[in-house]
């Protein structure tokens, strides 16, 4: 039984360190300028982060890369995608359309 308490009080602790960090961006396009917003994000190291993707730009499609972590999506005028990684670095990293290179960029900064 004390063993039985003292591997679920592992598994609890193990399991807050290991979060999953959830971030929703929408492409927006005003006066002809396209962004995805917020343009920033923040993590920790260790973070498992979930960001969902929706295009509200009537331009149609546009792409979604962060290449500090192999991300690349493209999300069709009115859709979502979601895109999952690992934040197994710190730092900060670029985020932007790979796409428009007129798209304007953002940043993730994931904390030690
Ligand atoms: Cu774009």
Same mark, same amino acid.
């Given at each position: 039984m004390k063993k039985a308490m003292m591997l679920i009080s592992l598994l609890l602790s193990v399991s807050a360190f290991a979060e999953t960090r959830k971030v929703t961006l929408v492409n927006y396009e005003t006066d002809g300028v396209k962004q995805w917003l917020p343009g920033t994000i923040m993590a920790k190291k260790g973070d498992d982060i979930e960001i969902t993707l929706i295009n509200n730009a009537p331009s149609g499609i546009h792409g979604f890369i962060i290449p500090a972590f192999g991300v690349k999506k493209e999300v069709l005028k009115g859709k979502t995608e979601v895109v999952k990684f690992k934040a197994d670095k710190e730092g900060l990293f670029e985020m932007k359309c +790979?796409? +428009?290179?007129?798209h304007v960029g953002g940043q993730i900064f994931i904390m030690p």
């Open positions: +790979h796409l +428009h290179p007129a």
